[in-house]
């Protein structure tokens, strides 16, 4: 019978990929899920049965262990951006890494990947950054042979980084940015489940690597792209920390006000303290180079699924043209 492995957080952005990859190369993928109706998009990856969802809550011991029974290999893709109500960042991304990697060792399964970030630090002074890295030591506590990948910035067609700023951008003629300076490492989406797959089919060593794209790129710059991809001129402002800090707050203070009526999904201090440091590669770091992976430029990527941003979508281009022609 064929390889299972369990992933947790299978259905989201980065674990999708992980899941299609592993279903490719013959292996039974168990995505396990908090929300397994919506996830059911992932059985199309593989043949009748190969690929399934199943109920799965990264807090509760029993619904972690009842993933993990029969697996072969694991991997954690769970992390939150935002908190929310339970979903806390040391309880997802600290104590929720932890729990996986012990039952997992207590079921004798010792092929483990961890997704963690670049900027994973115990003294950080980001909050999700510091729970990143205590999930870490965690993972490397109940799994010493884990393999860890700290992605940078991570684009794809279902990302929400350029289709978050895309989407902004259709709002008026000003877009609005926080840490314009800060230098990001763009790396795309099937690179890092590439990382994932050379690690479960036993094609890296054990270890932190951290993953960056081949191109080191301020924010802003970033934004210009974006901005040229989808055919819109805005002016971008670079907002300094400490309005974006309180511009932070009143959306925090928000959410509080209104019983998450509205959720704050714009912008958090935390985020605001996690821009002021660069996200890139470290000199020193393992990475794509040591995994044999040549990673893709993100611009021979974004035009693919960033069109539908621009004016007249699909047929921006087109119109061009005629207006061309008419002259």
């Known amino acids: 019978m064929s390889q299972l492995v369990t992933i947790f957080g299978g259905s989201g952005f ?21 929300r397994p109706n919506e996830a059911i998009f ?5 043949a009748v049965g ?6 799965c809550n990264i807090r ?6 009842a993933a993990l029974q029969g697996a072969d290999a694991v991997v954690n893709c769970v992390g939150i951006l935002t908190e929310d109500g339970r979903n806390s960042f040391d309880a997802v991304q600290a104590e929720g890494a932890g729990r996986v990697a012990r039952l997992a060792a207590e079921e004798a399964i010792s092929n483990f990947v961890q997704l963690s970030a670049i900027g994973a630090e115990e003294d ?12 870490e030591a965690e993972v490397f506590d109940a799994q010493p042979g884990a393999v860890i990948l700290r992605p940078s910035v991570v684009f794809g067609p279902e990302d929400g980084f350029f289709n978050r700023f895309a989407a902004m951008s259709k709002l008026g003629p ?5 840490g314009g300076d800060t230098m990001f490492q763009p790396v795309y989406v099937d690179d890092v489940a590439k990382a994932a797959e050379k690690a479960l089919t036993g094609e890296a060593a054990s270890g932190v690597y951290e993953l960056g794209g081949p191109d080191q790129r301020t924010l802003r710059d970033l934004i210009d792209e974006m901005l040229a991809v989808v055919h819109r001129r805005r002016l971008v402002v670079n907002l300094p920390f400490s309005v974006g800090a309180g511009l932070a707050r009143v959306f925090s203070f928000t959410q509080a006000v ?5 959720h704050n999904s714009i912008l958090t201090v935390d985020q605001v303290k996690n821009l002021k440091h660069d996200n890139v590669v470290s000199e020193d770091a393992k990475g794509f180079s040591d995994l044999g992976i040549e990673p893709i430029n993100l611009s021979a990527v974004i035009p693919d699924y960033l069109w539908r941003f621009r004016p007249a979508g699909q047929y921006d281009d087109i119109k061009a043209s005629a207006k061309n022609l008419k002259a």
């Open 14 to 34: 980065i674990g999708r990929y992980i899941a299609r990859r592993m279903a490719k190369q013959g292996w039974r993928v168990r995505v396990a899920s908090r």
């Open 42 to 46: 992932v059985r199309t990856y593989g």
């Open 50 to 55: 190969q690929v399934e969802p199943v109920l």
């Open 60 to 65: 509760d011991d029993a619904s972690v262990r």
């Open 124 to 135: 950080a002074d980001s909050h999700y950054a510091s729970s990143k890295a205590l999930g």
């Open 174 to 178: 000003v877009l609005s940015i926080v």
């Open 258 to 262: 209104t019983v998450g009526l509205f």
